[in-house]
């Protein structure tokens, strides 16, 4: 069975910097596509980042720009380095992996191409 943990949430100021760690485990990624998404109480689930098995493609929400990096670790893992938090940038943080290959933004950015999802971690900025 298919399992996403996420880890490396908590409490932090405005301008403060968190890692985020995704581990899958039950099934190799290492060709898949994996992502973020962050999801704030009342609102949409937004896209944050996602990145290709190769770890050569990445693709970020306008929201995170310059201020986020996502990255590749040994086999299965995936980071999330969010610098220069922002009180907007509270949210649940869920990791997600699709099962198959794709090239554009607009395939990485919807939530609906990805198949498998972790239980989230949250991620509180307070001013």
């Known amino acids: 069975q298919v399992r996403l943990v996420e880890s490396g949430g908590g409490l932090v100021q405005t301008g403060a910097s968190l890692r985020l760690s995704c581990v899958a485990s039950?099934?190799?990624?290492?060709?898949?596509?994996m992502g973020w998404f962050r999801q704030a109480p009342g609102k949409q689930r937004e896209f944050v980042a996602g990145i290709s098995w190769k770890g050569d493609l990445s693709y970020y929400g306008d929201s995170v720009k310059g201020r986020f990096t996502i990255s590749r670790g040994n086999g299965d893992t995936i980071y999330l380095e969010m610098n220069s938090l922002k009180t907007e940038d509270t949210a649940a943080y869920h990791c997600?992996?699709?099962?198959?290959?794709?090239?554009?933004?607009?395939?990485?950015?919807?939530?609906?191409?990805?198949?498998?999802w972790g239980q989230g971690t949250q991620v509180t900025v307070s001013s």
């Open positions: 039950g099934r190799t990624f290492s060709s898949y596509v």
């Open positions: 997600a992996a699709k099962d198959y290959y794709c090239s554009d933004y607009a395939c990485y950015s919807n939530y609906h191409e990805y198949d498998y």
